[in-house]
C-alpha cells in the first residue's frame, strides 16, 4: 500500500507501507502480511541482483514498511497482533456473539505474528548497512521487548500455541525462527523446542498434529502428513544451522537422525507428479474454525526439503 488512508470518515490504523491481506485494493494491513511481503521483496531482490534498481522496491518503500511493522507492537506485552492494536480488555469477549470464533472482540498479540515481525525486521537489517542503521535504537527496544514475549509464550516442554494453523508444530516453527533470527539459537528456548519436536515424530518419520490441539490447547496427535512435517524440518534445521548443537551437544545426534527420518517420510510420500497428498485440516481461526490450505502440502515440504539439503551434505 502506497499511500496512507485519509481517515475523514472513518477510524483506521495507518497503512502506508503495508501488505494486506489480500490485493492491494483490499488496502487493510495486516503485521504478518506486510512482515512476509518484506521477506518476500527481500528475497526478490537478491535473486535478481543484477536487476536495474528502478525495478527494486526503493529504500523509502522498504523503510515505509519497517514503519509500519513497528506501529503494531502491543505496549502491554510487546507482542504483535493482527489488523490492530489491542484496545480493549478481555472482559469484552463477555459480548463475543460468534459460535465458531473465539477471542474476536479484542486483536491481541501472538506468537506466529511476533515472529513474522521479528523475521522481518532482522532481514531488513542484513540488506545493507543504511538499513542495519535505519532507527535503530529503537528497532533495538522493540526487538527486545519482542523477544521476551516470545520467551514468555513458550511451554515448558518447548512447545508454542499455533493460532492460524495445526497448531504446536505450527506454533514452535515460528518459535524457533524468531529465536534463530535474533541469534538465539544457541539458547535454552531452541534447545527445548528441539527436544519437543524430536519427541512429536511419529514412528513413520512424519509429524501430524490435529486441529483438536488448537481447540483443546494440548498436543493432539494425527496421522503424518507433509504440512507438519515440512514446519517440523523447518525448526530442526535452522536450530542445526543456528547452533544449537553447540548449547547442548546431546541435541546431534537425535537432531540430525530425525531430520534424515523426516526427509525420507518427505520423499516416500512423494506423488509421481512431484505433489503430497493434503493431510487432515491443517488452517486455523480463532480456535476452532478450519480452514483447508491446499497450497500448504505443496510448498512446505518443497521448502523443507530444500533446506535439509544443506545440512545432509555434512
Same mark, same amino acid.
Do not use: H
Given at each position: 500500500v502506497s499511500t496512507q488512508s485519509t481517515g475523514d470518515y472513518y477510524y483506521r490504523h495507518p497503512s502506508k507501507g503495508a501488505w494486506p491481506f489480500s490485493t492491494r485494493a483490499h488496502g487493510w494491513p495486516i503485521s504478518d502480511c506486510t512482515?512476509?511481503? *518484506?521477506?518476500?521483496? /527481500? =528475497?526478490?531482490?537478491?535473486?535478481?541482483?543484477?536487476?536495474?534498481?528502478?525495478?527494486?522496491? $526503493?529504500?523509502?518503500?522498504?523503510?515505509?514498511?519497517?514503519?509500519?511493522i513497528m506501529t503494531y507492537q502491543n505496549g502491554d506485552d510487546g507482542g504483535f497482533p493482527t489488523y490492530e492494536l489491542k484496545r480493549a480488555g478481555e472482559w469484552l469477549e463477555q459480548l463475543n456473539p460468534a459460535e465458531c470464533f473465539a477471542r474476536?472482540?479484542?486483536?491481541?498479540?501472538?506468537?506466529e505474528l511476533t515472529s513474522a515481525c521479528i523475521q522481518?525486521?532482522?532481514?531488513?537489517?542484513?540488506?545493507?548497512?543504511?538499513?542495519?542503521?535505519?532507527?535503530?535504537?529503537? *528497532?533495538?527496544?522493540? /526487538? =527486545?521487548r519482542a523477544l521476551q514475549f516470545m520467551k514468555i509464550r513458550q511451554r515448558d516442554d518447548? $512447545?508454542?500455541?499455533?493460532?492460524?494453523?495445526?497448531?504446536?508444530?505450527?506454533?514452535?516453527?515460528?518459535?524457533?525462527?524468531?529465536?534463530?533470527?535474533?541469534?538465539?539459537?544457541?539458547?535454552?528456548?531452541?534447545?527445548?523446542?528441539?527436544?519437543?519436536?524430536?519427541d512429536k515424530q511419529r514412528d513413520d518419520g512424519g509429524w501430524g498434529e490435529s486441529w483438536l490441539a488448537c481447540l483443546l490447547g494440548e498436543y493432539y496427535d494425527a496421522a503424518s502428513a507433509p504440512e507438519c512435517t515440512g514446519w517440523?524440518?523447518?525448526?530442526?534445521v535452522h536450530a542445526y544451522e543456528g547452533g544449537v548443537v553447540d548449547f547442548d551437544a546431546s541435541l546431534e545426534e537425535p537432531l540430525r537422525l530425525a531430520v534424515h527420518r523426516g526427509v525420507r517420510w518427505c520423499i516416500e510420500n512423494q506423488l509421481p507428479n512431484g505433489d503430497w497428498e493434503m493431510?487432515?485440516?491443517?488452517?486455523?481461526?480463532?480456535g476452532s474454525a478450519t480452514i483447508n490450505y491446499s497450497v500448504y502440502s505443496k510448498a512446505f515440504p518443497t521448502w523443507a526439503l530444500a533446506e535439509a539439503a544443506r545440512i545432509m551434505k555434512e
Open positions: 512482515s512476509e511481503g *518484506l521477506k518476500g521483496a /527481500l =528475497a526478490c531482490e537478491v535473486i535478481g541482483a543484477e536487476a536495474s534498481s528502478d525495478t527494486l522496491i $526503493s529504500d523509502r518503500r522498504l523503510q515505509d514498511a519497517i514503519d509500519i474476536i472482540m479484542v486483536d491481541y498479540s501472538y506468537c522481518a525486521i532482522c532481514a531488513f537489517r542484513r540488506r545493507n548497512e543504511q538499513c542495519a542503521a535505519y532507527r535503530r535504537t529503537e *528497532l533495538d527496544e522493540r /526487538l =527486545a518447548g $512447545s508454542a500455541y499455533g493460532s492460524w494453523a495445526v497448531c504446536f508444530t505450527y506454533g514452535t516453527w515460528f518459535a524457533v525462527e524468531a529465536f534463530c533470527s535474533l541469534g538465539q539459537a544457541r539458547s535454552d528456548n531452541v534447545a527445548r523446542a528441539v527436544r519437543f519436536l524430536v517440523a524440518l523447518l525448526s530442526l493431510g487432515p485440516i491443517c488452517g486455523m481461526f480463532n
